[in-house]
């Protein structure tokens, strides 16, 4: 057995890669320790919190990590609870969100007590997919349009093809075929059951494309040619949705809207109005709304999801009118994609989070979805509200975050 002594002074002078510790000493943890001692030395650094975990780390390393060294810590709280009444999720929820953003827990939690003062919010999934979009290169713009017109003609040749990888996977169109120049680039859209599912539909999508490359003169530039569109935003994803498209909605009586959050509806009305419509209008943003990323990313870092699609997660568009003197207040995010099963959230903590709502596992991702449109709801109406009756600052400064 080679000593721990021996395989860092290699590390430092270039004899050995960290990537190979693991096959040399034959044990995670070990392995861990090492490459956090390496990193100690070269950094001159004492990571002494780093070393502090309780996860399996021979799990991890099989999926979701390489090269660990140790883990990272971000204060979880607790907000709730949110009451819900959707076509999953009916009842009162706990909701674990992972942040180092003072006020934030509190906002939200503001808001669940605005939602439960107000009978719950209801949430739906109206649309659900996943998709993959590779770029394909023809000879000319003629042969562009054939290789267009064949993909339609072959769907279920396709279909078949990328459904032969996958238990739970299924495709249910290839829409839209986008044509520039000689480059084809057409939108693979699957459903994923419970997997979040951008690796099942990226193996579906290499399968069919090895047919549409046999039987025409297609060339596959690259298996992904952001028309997915994978972790970016974009007016593609607004529109036609992916992963979860969400929508939550609550009517809120105007005493409720007086007393709690200190306002009235007209006034929630004309900020949502200037600030997320004409305000997000002339900055050019796709995202009309206030603060969705904070609810999607506290939630994702506290439940495993991965953290990339944070940046699709905030898409979307915040509603309010005023009806009969009360307050309709609306949001809807057309592309988040989630799981409750697979990927990050096998990590004991990120599975804790999600035993904590009752969504841990199979069977579970549409009422993991409902709980999260409610709870972009609740932060959303709770800034807002604090927007309209001036308390922003003030909410910041009490609660010392300045």
């Not at 267009?148 to 839209?176: C, M, Q, V, Y």
């Not at 579906?204 to 025409?216: F, G, N, R, S």
Request: aromatic share 6%; hydrophobic share 45%; proline share 3%.
């Amino acid at each position: 057995m080679v000593e721990e002594k021996e395989i860092i002074e290699k590390l430092l002078n270039g004899e050995l890669k960290i990537r190979q510790i693991d096959d040399l000493v034959g044990d995670t943890e070990k392995s861990v320790d090492i490459r956090r001692k390496f990193i100690e030395n070269v950094s001159n650094t004492k990571l002494e919190h780093l070393s502090n975990y309780s996860l399996s780390m021979e799990e991890a390393i099989k999926r979701n990590i390489e090269n660990p060294i140790g883990t990272i810590q971000i204060p979880l709280g607790i907000a709730g609870p949110l009451e819900v009444h959707g076509e999953y999720a009916d009842g009162d929820y706990y909701v674990p969100l992972a942040t180092t953003e003072g006020a934030l827990v509190a906002s939200i939690n503001r808001g669940f007590s605005v939602i439960k003062a107000a009978g719950g919010t209801s949430a739906r999934i109206i649309e659900d997919k996943m998709t993959r979009a590779p770029v394909i290169k023809t000879e000319s713009v003629s042969e562009a349009i054939k290789i267009k017109e064949w993909i339609k003609l072959h769907f279920n040749d396709l279909k078949e093809a990328a459904e032969s990888t996958t238990r739970h996977g299924k495709l249910i169109k290839i829409d839209p075929i986008i044509i520039v120049g000689k480059y084809v680039y057409p939108r693979f859209v699957y459903t994923t059951g419970d997997s979040m599912g951008m690796n099942m539909v990226t193996i579906a999508t290499d399968t069919a494309l090895k047919i549409l490359v046999e039987k025409t003169s297609a060339h596959v530039i690259a298996l992904s040619g952001n028309v997915c569109v994978d972790k970016k935003a974009a007016a593609i994803n607004l529109i036609e949705g992916r992963g979860k498209s969400i929508v939550a909605e609550i009517s809120i009586p105007r005493e409720i809207v007086e007393k709690k959050l200190k306002t009235t509806p007209e006034a929630i009305v004309e900020v949502n109005v200037s600030k997320n419509f004409i305000g997000s209008a002339i900055a050019g943003s796709m995202s009309f709304n206030a603060q969705y990323a904070n609810m999607i990313g506290a939630i994702f870092l506290a439940t495993g999801q991965d953290e990339a699609h944070i940046v699709e997660g905030s898409l979307g568009i915040t509603f309010a009118e005023v009806v009969n003197g009360d307050l309709y207040f609306a949001v809807t995010l057309p592309d988040v994609p989630l799981a409750t099963f697979g990927g990050g959230t096998k990590i004991e903590t990120a599975r804790e989070c999600l035993e904590i709502m009752g969504v841990y596992g199979a069977g579970k991702v549409g009422k993991f979805a409902e709980i999260v449109a409610g709870t972009v709801l609740a932060g959303e109406l709770s800034l807002i509200g604090a927007l309209a009756a001036g308390h922003l600052a003030r909410a910041h400064k009490d609660l010392g975050r300045g």
